[in-house]
């Protein structure tokens, strides 16, 4: 699994997918920007480098020798949370300037499942093509947009929820956050007040 990770706030939702993967034991591939690198120190309470451990292997993104930017090398899947509007665009336009850019178009033409954490409000009319763009080549894009049906208490609850949704889309089993149930009374979202089909 490769793990990208740009320069846009929100560089939360993939450290929290770096640690869930890490839990899951999957074999993860990092590869952070500079901008990310940044962002980090600025938004969270963990270091670059500590961000790093959280993963099996790390890639320079100007590495372009790094064994994921080949489609020889075998990767079920990628996931660039956040992804920036600049990483979007290069994604959308084949346009592999960075690692992050490069392993996404492997993606694409592998056919093996991309999906964009986009991050970014409002949304241009550039951005909205691009996204059609990239979705039309065969990505996913899944803005960071928690439900709250579930009552969330704190950020690391409605972060859950957009992690919780990536692995969703991978396949990947979990128990991140409550799943939506029809409401029966009262505080129609506990589990004893919902019924599941099964």
């Not at 990770?5 to 450290?15: K, N």
């Not at 992050?100 to 056919?111: F, G, M, N, W, Y």
Request: glycine fraction near 6%; charged fraction near 25%; hydrophobic fraction near 45%.
């Amino acid at each position: 699994m490769v793990v990208g990770i740009s320069g846009a706030s929100g560089v939360v939702y993939g450290i929290r997918l770096l640690e869930v993967l890490a839990e899951m034991g999957c074999t993860t591939h990092l590869v952070m920007t500079e901008a990310a690198r940044r962002i980090i120190e600025i938004e969270t309470e963990e270091s670059p480098i500590e961000v790093e451990m959280m993963a099996d292997r790390v890639h320079s993104a100007r590495d372009f020798t790094a064994s994921i930017a080949s489609g020889s090398s075998i990767f079920d899947a990628m996931v660039v949370a956040p992804c920036s509007m600049k990483t979007l665009a290069g994604i959308a336009n084949g346009i592999s300037d960075t690692l992050i850019t490069r392993a996404a178009d492997v993606c694409l033409k592998e056919r093996r499942r991309l999906i964009l954490v986009t991050r970014e409000s409002p949304l241009n009319l550039v951005h909205l093509k691009n996204m059609v763009a990239a979705t039309e080549a065969g990505a996913i894009i899944l803005p960071p947009c928690p439900g709250f049906y579930s009552k969330p208490d704190s950020i690391e609850e409605m972060v859950d929820v957009v992690v919780g949704r990536v692995l969703d889309l991978l396949g990947a089993e979990h128990d991140l956050y409550k799943r939506w149930r029809t409401p029966l009374s009262g505080n129609a979202y506990n589990d004893e007040n919902q019924i599941e089909k099964r």
